[in-house]
């Protein structure tokens, strides 16, 4: 079985704070890939970012980085000096390679950056 | 990119009626078509499973009768919500593997929002 705890429901920031999304999986399969996605307002998922589990290095895309730990198993998303359009709802997710490319999400995190 | 595009955006319809949601790959081919439903400030929750060609696979708890899902060719799935009742309302997701490879992303259509009154 596979699971995904975003545990943070909320969030919320003032404008160029720096913030970080928590997201802790379970798996019992030694290959895995792990996704962040974002849901605007719109509702559209837009992709971030996806690492699979033999790829521990840590990303930085812009604002946006992902610290990937296999021994906490956590995938943690940070963005640096929020912004207003990054106001979203941000959903974690992980697909186990057995599992014929099935995805679980966690429950998702509102984040809300006021100006 | 890749990109899918999911029609309608949003639909109202009577209860007891059916409504078609289509999600259609506009620049790859997509063998296998996810379907994810949405809750009001809930997760995504995996309906069913489309193969081009063959049956879809449903999850435990998703009604195969209700939820029809039809993947007819490389760029069209179909899924169609017979008899919706008010329980339907949701935010139906399709979603489709990037690049054909699962593990390399996959790119979501933009969302269908079901109003069933």
């Known amino acids: 079985a596979q699971k995904v705890t975003q545990a943070q429901t909320e969030i919320s920031v003032v404008e160029k704070e720096d913030v970080t999304l928590d997201c802790v999986y379970e798996?019992?399969?030694?290959?895995?890939?792990l996704f962040w996605y974002k849901q605007p307002p719109s509702g559209e998922l837009v992709f971030l970012i996806r690492?699979?589990?033999?790829?521990?290095q840590n990303e930085i895309s812009g604002r946006y980085s992902w610290n990937f730990q296999k021994s906490t198993s956590s995938f943690n998303f940070t963005i640096t000096a929020s912004q207003v359009v990054d106001s979203a709802v941000y959903f974690c997710a992980l697909m186990q390679d057995t599992n014929a490319g099935k995805s679980t999400f966690g429950d998702g995190t509102t984040l809300t950056v006021k100006p | 990119g890749a990109v899918v595009s999911q029609h309608p955006s949003w639909v109202i319809c009577k209860s007891g009626t059916s409504v078609k949601i289509e999600c259609r790959s506009l620049d790859f081919q997509a063998t296998t078509m996810f379907w994810y439903r949405q809750f009001p400030k809930q997760s995504l929750m995996l309906m069913a499973t489309s193969n081009e060609g063959s049956k879809a696979t449903y999850e435990q708890g998703v009604e195969k009768d209700k939820f029809l899902i039809n993947h007819a060719s490389l760029t069209l799935s179909t899924l169609t919500v017979t008899s919706a009742h008010p329980e339907d309302s949701s935010f139906y997701i399709c979603?489709?593997?990037?690049?054909?490879?699962?593990?390399?992303?996959?790119?979501f259509g933009s969302g269908t929002r079901l109003t069933v009154v």
């Open positions: 798996t019992r399969d030694t290959t895995y890939y």
């Open positions: 979603s489709a593997p990037s690049s054909g490879m699962f593990h390399y992303g996959y790119t």
């Open positions: 690492r699979n589990s033999f790829d521990e």
